[in-house]
Nanobody, 120 residues
């Protein structure tokens, strides 16, 4: 059974940083992605990384501020230079195929989300 759990969200001032973590179980060398969503909007892809080789890919809108990486069986998303517009619920998602993709439909498993609030 595949399970994911995010942590690390919270309240931060504009310009600050947070590190989100995602622990996944039940899949061998999967692909993990981070998305975010605000009320009334569609889920937005942020970054993806494979456990098979560590290839990564970012949304253009965040590639200069966010960093995704794997370490010690966790997938992290480092958020830097945060702005109020980064306020959202952040989700990690798992694609068991192990191939890199930004297509939300490929991610069959999702965590419950962790809230990030950036005060302006």
């Amino acid at each position: 059974q595949v399970q994911l759990e995010e942590s690390g969200g919270g309240l931060v001032q504009a310009g600050g940083s947070l590190r989100l973590s995602c622990v996944a179980s039940g899949a061998f060398l999967p692909t993990i992605a981070w998305f975010r969503q605000t009320p009334g909007k569609t889920r937005e892809f942020l970054a993806v990384i494979t456990w098979r080789g560590g290839a990564s890919y970012y949304a253009e809108s965040v590639k200069d501020r966010f960093t995704i990486y794997n370490a010690q069986k966790l997938t992290y998303l480092q958020l830097d230079s945060l702005t109020h517009e980064d306020t959202a619920t952040y989700y990690c998602a798992l694609d068991p195929s192990g191939f890199i993709s930004a297509e939300v439909a490929r991610f069959r498993y999702w965590g419950q989300g962790t809230q990030v609030t950036v005060s302006s």
